[in-house]
């Protein structure tokens, strides 16, 4: 057995650690790319502007992120790859995108003048670096990630956490800036960047991550690869027209009436129709689980409904407290796991016939332990 596989047994019973642990140099290369761009934002707007900035900006954050991780309810992702992704959108694409539109803006400035140059950083450079950025991050995901990210709702779910990173460092500049500017500046500007459209950066994001879901979805077909590149270019497109309604005043209400929210809810309407896709995925693969004596019929159903596993597990919670709590959910996950990995081998996303059959096994294993036990019911 290889030390991939070791690890994966090891951690299958430690779902909060079930992810790849972030090499040490990655590591210190975020950590110096968040030094450096908060300490780059400190610098331009002075210690009070940003300390006050980075207070409001980090604030609501942990709502964001809570209702991002309320999309993704039938097989979560592991949370520190959450957080390397959240982190990655917060550090290393924050640092690119300060860099290149700083030096864009300078030399374009020089040549055209300012105005010219601000103009030009916000439609072309600023959007087309930032998605990239943050793009890239989704594309390391959805490459080492073959058991996690299986779909569209994954793909949004890493989009949004890269993209929450990204605004709010990004929000620590604009807050600050409106606070030294004065309490009505301040105020404007928190209404319209973490009010009116904190989903901006993670919608932008999305569009690449929903083309990344496709080609899982859709493995084996050749034509699916064109999806991320048309997510990418759509990214790109809805970031320039952002940037656009917001250097010029009395566009911005009209582009996020006409434009912004029917796109994010139109996003919303694909996780819905996603999400009936994984509970399709869902009974397809755990019905001969019935006939095998492993689950009942009653239990099925309740594992291929979402309000049906948040009603068992308050009957959980009601009957046995914390742990039996647990204990309902480590088998909502374990039951995901393995209908989305026999799923995968079906569509040809497999580790080889041994590595599979030993996943299988010991997924199963898992199930009826949790039974047996009477640790769950």
Not at 288 to 312: H, K
Not at 322 to 344: C, D, G, N, P, Y
Request: aromatic share 10%.
């Amino acid at each position: 057995m290889s030390t991939g596989e070791h690890r994966f047994f090891d951690l299958l019973y430690h779902p909060h650690e079930l992810a790849a642990q972030p090499h040490p140099m990655l590591t210190r290369g975020a950590l110096v790319c968040g030094v450096l761009s908060l300490g780059l934002i400190a610098g331009d707007l002075g210690l009070k502007a940003f300390g006050l900035g980075f207070l409001v900006a980090i604030v609501p954050v942990p709502v964001y992120v809570i209702l991002v991780l309320w999309l993704d309810r039938f097989e979560p992702e592991p949370p520190l790859t959450l957080v390397q992704t959240f982190a990655w959108g917060a550090t290393v694409a924050v640092f690119v995108a300060l860099m290149v539109n700083m030096l864009s803006t300078d030399i374009l400035s020089a040549m055209a003048g300012p105005r010219a140059g601000e103009l030009f950083a916000g439609l072309v450079t600023a959007p087309v670096v930032e998605e990239m950025a943050k793009g890239f991050a989704l594309f390391v995901l959805f490459r080492e990630l073959k058991d996690e990210f299986d779909g569209v709702v994954d793909g949004v779910v890493y989009a949004a956490m890269v993209g929450l990173g990204f605004a709010m460092i990004e929000n620590v500049q604009y807050y600050g800036q409106a606070i030294a500017e004065g309490h009505d500046s301040s105020m404007t500007t928190f209404f319209l960047r973490g009010m009116l459209s904190p989903f901006a950066h993670p919608l932008f994001t999305s569009m690449f991550g929903i083309g990344l879901g496709l080609v899982r979805e859709r493995h084996g077909e050749a034509r699916s690869w064109a999806a991320p590149f048309l997510g990418l270019t759509v990214a790109i497109a809805l970031h320039s027209l952002w940037n656009l309604a917001a250097s010029f005043e009395g566009w911005f209400f009209a582009l996020y009436l006409l434009v912004m929210l029917p796109a994010f809810i139109g996003v919303l309407a694909l996780i819905y129709v996603s999400l009936h896709r994984e509970s399709r995925v869902l009974r397809e693969h755990l019905s001969p689980l019935v006939g095998d004596g492993v689950l009942s019929d009653s239990e099925l159903e309740c594992l291929c409904a979402v309000r049906s596993r948040m009603n068992a597990s308050m009957e959980a919670y009601r009957r046995g407290g914390v742990e039996r709590w647990k204990a309902r959910r480590e088998l909502h996950r374990v039951a995901s796991e393995l209908a989305f990995h026999r799923w995968r081998v079906l569509r040809g996303l497999s580790h080889g016939p041994e590595a599979d059959a030993r996943r299988e096994a010991e997924y199963l294993r898992r199930l009826c332990e949790l039974y047996e036990h009477g640790r769950v019911g």
